[in-house]
């Protein structure tokens, strides 16, 4: 396997497992909270998004998920971890797999990476009716898989490449076990991909459902090919029995096209 992810991991076939991991609370999440309680058309993040680093409660977090980690028998323990390149993401899994003990190096690959914005970027909902209404209308009309806002991605672009991942899965030596360490709309549109779910599937779990931080969904798959089984999504009672506090940091739930 190459240090920059799954792209030469090209083999036989299959992997049985598959982990996936959002990032610890990030500095970034605070931040556009506290814009949106406030009624802020600007989120004050501190650094470019691919910089933003953990909260205090997102490495606590990040550590606490270390932990339970290490509770996996060793012949069960993933072979492969693979993270976003975004800091939050990487310092997520570094802390992690530290924390458990394990012999892994935390690799990364940028289609991993979060949604990219374009011109939206560090603005809240409010910020773009007021900076940019014809986007805002155009956002409605469309719903959230399709929407792809100026110089950004919509879901339906991060899904494609997301399909690449996920295909260079079902070619790993037989038996890999893999953890992805990434970010919400990539665990809920990797459901979408596994699932082969419609847009209203996906747009109805994403209205309904925000994926916690540091929380653990897992697919299986004991033969190493066909579909995968969804086992378990967005379980966090590894944070609560550590007595960590337990952050759900959502986007816009109107996700639907109006």
């Not at 802390?95 to 935390?106: D, F, L, R």
């Amino acid at each position: 396997m190459k240090e920059d992810g799954l792209t030469d991991a090209v083999q036989e076939a299959g992997a049985v497992e598959l982990l996936l991991i959002r990032h610890g609370e990030s500095e970034g999440n605070v931040a556009a909270t506290e814009a949106h309680l406030s009624g802020a058309e600007i989120i004050d993040v501190p650094a470019r998004d691919p910089d933003v680093n953990l909260s205090g409660t997102g490495q606590e977090q990040a550590k606490a998920l270390g932990t339970a980690l290490a509770r996996i028998a060793e012949e069960l323990r993933p072979d492969a971890v693979v993270s976003s390149p975004y800091a939050r993401a990487r310092q997520t899994a570094e802390i992690a797999v530290e924390a458990a003990g394990w012999p892994v190096k935390v690799l990364t690959d940028e289609r991993l990476r979060d949604r990219e914005l374009g011109i939206l970027d560090r603005l809240t909902r409010r910020g773009v009716e007021s900076r940019y209404p014809d986007e805002a209308e155009r956002r409605l009309w469309l719903g959230k898989l399709y929407y792809r806002p100026p110089g950004g991605e919509s879901w339906a672009d991060v899904a494609l490449r997301l399909r690449s991942v996920l295909d260079e899965l079902n070619t790993l030596a037989a038996g890999h076990r893999v953890m992805l360490v990434c970010h919400d709309a990539v665990i809920l549109l990797i459901r979408y991909v596994l699932e082969g779910m419609t847009e209203d599937e996906i747009l109805d779990l994403a209205a309904s459902t925000s994926v916690l931080n540091a929380s653990i969904t897992r697919y299986v798959r004991p033969s190493g090919s066909g579909r995968w089984e969804l086992e378990s999504f967005n379980v966090a009672d590894h944070l609560t029995e550590q007595g960590v506090t337990v952050t759900e940091h959502s986007g816009d739930a109107s996700v639907h096209p109006h």
